[in-house]
């Protein structure tokens, strides 16, 4: 069946400290892998996508994530984190076809940031 | 782009009350989703549109759910005989042929 799995629900990170969030996916075939960010009464934005070619992936706000096919894994990280990315944060998958925008998402994972 | 919208933003309604949302897409995007999220879980994909036409339904959207897309425009998601268990915020998505989604704020369903 397939699936994404973000393992930590919440994360807890100061200011100024690099963030890493994980994202395992059980799928069919390599699929197109995405990072979504909400923050409270807002939509959901796309930080970054992967389709294909390199695996390291550069994002908007300074985030940037790994495919590794081998752990099934699209990791999102960032270097230093600002008071603003306090946020949830959501993992999802798509289809290589014309479904792609059918996506699913993992559960999420709230990051708190503290002065 | 001015994004896309969706009204109301909240909804309060009584069991067994049926209600409408409407979702506007960014002008010219010709792909349309709806999707359900609930407190603590990602969202659910329930369906979407090309153009007019509805492409695929989830096995979530029960026979109490019904979306359009008349002329290809805005949508409309109609829930018929609410449930306390359809309480969830219902999310909408544009895209063109970019494979990017764009989303709106959604609207919170409220099912007392």
Redesign the interface.
Known sequence: AQSVTQPDIHITVSEGASLELRCNYSYGATPYLFWYVQSPGQGLQLLLKYFSGDTLVQGIKGFEAEFKRSQSSFNLRKPSVHWSDAAEYFCAVGATTDSWGKLQFGAGTQVVVTP | DT??SQDPRHKITKRGQNVTFRCDPISEHN?L?W?RQTL??????LT?FQNEAQ??KSRLLSDRFSAERPKGSFSTLEIQRTEQGDSAMY?C?S?SDM????????TQLSVL
């Open positions: 994004g896309v792909r989703y999707y603590g879980q990602g969202p659910e994909f979407y492409l695929e999310l998505a895209s494979e990017k989604l764009f989303f709106g704020s959604g």
